[in-house]
């Protein structure tokens, strides 16, 4: 039997803002899940859940564990400490390990700044065991219960490197970006830290991330500690076992894509992930173009079989790691577009699913709407999710254009409130990207805005939107689509981006000594060469080169380190009096810190409401803002008289 669970229809209804994350700051504290982690026995599941806090402007983490039948509700066992992020700002997952013997498992942690190892039990105990004054990065467990483990450079050996850098002065070569703030520009391990590029794109690692590791391992039994041999140190990077060929036979017979490289972004179902149940089974996740996961079951003895399908996502926690698994179970982090984060235990055995933690309330009422929307762009089809209010008449249309998953809190770097915009009276679409695989340069910017336009003539045509009241916002290649939207069509009202955009200085900052993977990659992906040779191209892609073909006011809310590689666009855009520049010191690409977030939340719900309803909050704290906005373009917006005044604000300034 093939189970589908029961909040996936295609519309869906989210709770009321007061039992449901809807306004900036309760989307903001949602809690998420990570570092699923089942016993051998299949007895208990251990897991983090992470809470960002605009209090304390953490991601504050603590462990639990639970019964793996559900007979018991959920207990923490310790806190996590406060989460990491990477040099992008994805939150790094939490990690453990169980002992073979089921007695003990073993965590990662940071606390009081020291990143270590702790160890517990399922009768409550729960202590340090490796802390020391250089961070544990990886660790495993052997089959005999030997703990191996990895440790960076002491912290005291990073902040003298850094001190050495500051006093002698850096080496610019391919590991510098000159955006960014040399010393101590990042936050890592909850401490500014000094940060350098990887060569892959704009991926970055910490200052000595290239300095030998050292591996040691440490007996449970009598304490021994010692150097890894080389064959415990590769338990550091063992992955999941390899699929049957059987199987993978099997699955692609199903018309399931095997193979990452081979899997056109606009075909059918591929393979996602897998995990290792026991007895040569394995639990297989698939997804599709509308970012769908659904798993099937693989047993060498029945064959390959389906067990559930979603609208959302089934993992580990996170997009890409899988779920847990035992002999009679998975254990997965399920969530959809009106569904938020939950813990969830399905049956191998029939697909039933129990919910074994929900921390964030489960929609139970119908205040808002949230629909899975199709519709034509030229010979393909494209698909969003809606979220709007239940009221009637055309409402305002917020746009965000790149990717889709899970619960839609933000669109793709949680940056715009989708929920709070709809309850605000303005309905939010958030489009997945158009399969890209043979588009490059400007055609990607074309069938992003072709999804745009007809995505509007569609809502237009079923009576929801207002095709003269829409704004649209986006982060990396879904700003870059927002800003070719502004500068290639005049229906967008405002606009809001959350990245740079390539400009001449853009390049300029990018293409020095060691950097042959940007230019390439621009040339590849772009069309774009040095600004020198290829201005013409330039002047057609930067919109800084087109301020003059803007009409909507431009919100900007940019990383520092990004900020400084686009003088022109916001220098042209605010000396023109068409947007305005907030920049977030420290800030990865995806902005991160709870209180930063929080603020790109609020600015994003008052700027659209602002410009597509004529709102405005009386609280007298912004009232300085809406003195700018009103200065910009010379004009101030006229307030909507359609259906959205009797729509309430999630989050004005009795609220917060």
Known sequence: MVKKLVWAAPFLAAASPAVAQTSPRELVEMTDFSGLAASPD????????????????????????????????PRPVGDGGPASWNGTG????????????????????????????????????????????????????????????ETGPSRAAIERAEEAERDNGILVDGRVDLAQTLFRGAMIAGRPASQRLNGDWFDREALLAKVPRQVRTRHPATGDDRPATADESEMLTTAQPALPEAAERAAAAQGICMKAERCDSGSGARLWTHVALGDGRFALTTRDRHIRNNILVWDPATGLRPLITTEGLLGGGGENTPCAGTREALFCVAEDAATPPHLLRIALADGATQILDKPNELPDRDDLLTEAIEWRVGGSRASGWLVRPKIPGRLPLFITYYRCAGYLRGG????????????????????????TSNATGEARYDLGLAAVRAAIAELDRRGVADPQR?????????SEVAMWTATHSKFLKAVSIASV?????????????????????????????????????????????????????????????????????QARLTA?????????????????????????????????????????????????????????????????????????????????
């Open 470 to 478: 829409v704004g649209m916002g986006g982060l990396s290649f879904g």
């Open 90 to 149: 994805l939150v790094e997952p939490g990690a453990a390990r169980w002992a073979p013997d089921s007695e003990h498992f073993y965590i990662r942690a940071t606390i009081g700044g020291a990143t270590g190892l702790w160890e517990g039990s399922p009768d409550g105990a729960f202590a340090p065991y490796v802390v020391g004054d250089a961070d544990v990065e990886r660790f495993a467990i052997s089959a005999t219960g030997t703990l191996i483990y």
């Open 501 to 569: 955009q390539a400009e001449p200085a853009y390049y300029w900052f990018n293409a020095g000594i060691g950097r042959d993977f940007f230019r390439q990659n621009l040339q590849q992906v772009w069309g774009l060469g040095p600004p020198d040779t290829d201005l013409a191209d330039w002047r057609r892609r930067s919109p800084s080169l087109q301020v003059d073909r803007i009409d909507a006011p431009v919100l900007l809310q940019l990383p520092e380190q990004e900020a400084r590689q686009s003088p022109e666009l």
């Open 576 to 656: 023109a009096g068409k947007g305005e520049l907030h920049v977030f010191p420290f800030a990865p690409h995806i902005k991160v810190e709870p209180r930063q977030k929080h603020a790109v939340y609020q600015r994003n719900l008052d700027w659209f409401r602002y410009w597509l309803q004529g709102h405005i909050d009386p609280d007298p704290d912004k009232a300085g803002q809406y003195a700018r906005w009103a200065r910009l373009a010379g004009t101030r917006p006229k307030p909507s008289t359609d259906a959205t005044h009797s729509s309430i604000s999630a989050s004005s300034s009795n609220r917060k």
């Open 412 to 435: 793709l770097g949680n940056e715009w409130p989708l929920r709070a915009l709809a309850r605000s009276g303005i309905a939010a679409l958030c489009i997945n990207q158009l399969p």
């Open 42 to 73: 299949g007895r208990w599941l251990l897991y983090r859940r992470e809470r960002p806090s605009t209090v304390s402007g953490r991601i504050e983490t603590g462990w639990y564990l639970v019964a793996a039948d559900g007979a018991s509700p």
